[in-house]
């Protein structure tokens, strides 16, 4: 483990994956004397965006794929997060006594300010932002980051310092971790997801697991007790050496949370207990829509006390807090029908959640890049609450085996055209919603190009 830098000198390392996150870290390991090279399976055309942000910094490329010769003469080689670290080229790196990291890992062994840790299956961004702003609006200067990027690398490349870095972590990111050590740990919650990169979900599982691989006594972690699975989690001794606090939906937990201290939602109350007195916080105004939105208020509440947030700013936070966008924002109203897009969803999990916050006549619209996921889960709430289903991109077929028989279904060619069947189908008092339950790679760059998209369409409907 480096403690400084200024230890990266001389030292030969390689970065795999020229993106965003690629682009930051060549220029802080040449700020600090590394000496650089850069691999990446698109060719030099292709990362002309790229390379001109890299200017002619003193940079050696292995572009166009991935020789073994350029990973065995390195020192280090660092893994931007979208590149599995399962490859066979980096098998046979390591094989041959190449040490291999990821970018997540690698910066957070520089960063000496405490960080709080955001992970789980959905609601990670949120909660982050919660965090964050609690903390601002009672003066503790933050620095959020990570999956929501930017990249922890940026935190160590800019010159102003938080008193908080709070960073939402990835699978993705946490597989090369070993040091990795945040004075708080949220896990959010824990359903299938990403089978498209792991081979079963006990990958995935253990993937996330390894965000409690360091919890000491100084270790306070932040954990739903209404997923069975992250309650599974906790029982696992590396969790039991810190401090739990749980959050819960349920009433009946009320006397248990409070006793260990945690916090629990009752009606249009949050009850805390992070010390000898308890707190209460009035949810009745909040702007954010779905009961998972509680669960990510009390999570962030209780990770906020622990960084000195006090109780008016986390009250004004609670009732001024606005949805992010692409997760549940309202778009517009036409023709008494309501849209909402929810583009950020991209497991089942995410989209029962969104279910969740209506309560019938939903036209939803799902459907993108097939990941091997099943749908069935689904099933009950389809058949409850949704009147008809508009399957798009290359999963459509899957979920259509899943659940086209417990809604009026559609199998549509294009995005476009399964948003206006969307509408047509649509009558006063419905909600079209966006809520796709799979990544976006099919048919658009990102969820948010996707969600952009959709409410473009919606804009021109009249």
Known sequence: MLQDPSELKDKRILVVGLGKTGVSLAHFLTTHGAQ????????????????ELLGDLPIKYDLGGHSPKTFLAQDLVILSPGVPSTLKIFEYARSQGIKITGEFEFASQ??????????????????????????NESGVKTWAGGALGPPLIDYLRGTERADVVIVEVSSFMLETCETFNPVNILFMNLAENHL?????????????????????LGTTSILNADDNAVVELARDPAVQRGKIFYFSRKQALEPQIMNIGGAVNIGNKIVVRTGPEKEYYDISNIKLRGRHSVENIMAAILAAREHGAKHPAIQKVIENFRALSHRLDYVRKVGGVLFYNDSKATNVHAVLRALDSFDENVILIAGGKE??????????VIKRK????ILV???????????????????????????LIAYQKSRIGDIVLLSPGCPS?????????RGDYFREIVKKFS
């Open 441 to 449: 790679f099919d048919m658009f760059d990102s969820y948010e190009e």
């Open 386 to 389: 949704v009147k008809t289903l």
């Open 110 to 135: 520089f960063v000496k300010e405490p960080v709080i840790a955001v992970t789980g299956t959905n609601g990670k961004t949120t909660t982050t932002r919660l965090i964050q702003a609690m903390l």
């Open 196 to 216: 498209d990169r792991y081979r079963s979900m006990e990958d995935y599982v253990n993937a996330k697991r390894k965000v409690f691989r360091n919890v000491n």
């Open 393 to 419: 991109g290359e999963a459509k077929e899957r979920i259509n085996r899943d659940l086209g028989d417990f809604s009026e279904t559609f199998l549509i060619g294009t995005f476009e055209e399964a948003v």
């Open 371 to 380: 990941t091997n996921i099943s749908f069935e889960a689904l099933r009950p």
């Open 36 to 51: 650089v090279t850069i691999t990446d399976h698109k060719s030099r055309p292709e990362l002309a965006s790229q390379l």
